[in-house]
């Protein structure tokens, strides 16, 4: 499956390689070309670190990039997150999930036509893949992590004998508070 992936991967560097956007500079069209062309030698050759930075590289460019390198940054954020989930690195998936997410809604708000062909494209190569879905997916963990790091690490306050009621009331004020955030 992840042979898959990574072919998918690779296809879709190739299809950006190809593809050129008239708007931006010549400058960088050659940095992106070359870092897309490094990108695609990184996942070829399973090196994630380079891979990873790479990806941040031109995630600076997302403004600049066509479609289909869009998508080839984000396969790179998500080759990257399953290294850091097998790798244990919550940290550093913390990050490559907000990496994934900021990216992705730059692009959509920018072009949402052309993004969207571009995942189709994406998914005639490899049917699993589902950009929406892994950018919602994503969402929903950062905001579970935001809430636990928000109020799980809250100082519990002491209980005495005669607060005892207006604990429980802040308890459930602060639940209530939790649940409205969180969804």
């Not at 956007?21 to 070829?44: C, F, K, P």
């Not at 399973?46 to 984000?74: F, G, I, N």
């Not at 900021?102 to 998914?123: C, E, G, L, Q």
């Amino acid at each position: 499956m992840k042979n898959l992936f990574t072919w998918a991967a690779l296809a879709f560097i190739a299809i950006a390689l190809a593809s050129c956007n008239n708007r931006r500079s010549d400058e960088t069209t050659v940095i992106v070309e070359q870092q897309n062309s490094q990108l695609a030698d990184a996942l070829r050759s399973r090196d994630y670190t380079t891979a990873s930075s790479l990806a941040d590289s031109m995630a600076l460019y997302v403004d600049d990039l066509t479609p289909d390198e869009t998508v080839t940054v984000l396969m790179a954020f998500l080759e990257v997150h399953n290294r850091n989930i097998e790798e244990k690195r919550i940290d550093d998936d913390l990050e490559t999930l907000r990496k994934y997410v900021d990216v992705y809604d730059i692009a959509i708000s920018n072009n949402p036509n052309d993004m969207r062909a571009a995942f189709s494209r994406a998914r005639s190569v490899n049917d699993n893949l589902d950009f929406e879905q892994v950018a919602a997916d994503f969402r929903r963990k950062l905001a579970e992590y935001d809430a636990v790091q928000t109020y799980g690490n809250d100082p519990q306050p002491e209980k005495s004998e005669t607060d005892t009621t207006e604990t429980v009331a802040d308890s459930v004020a602060t639940s209530a508070k939790s649940t409205l955030t969180i969804n």
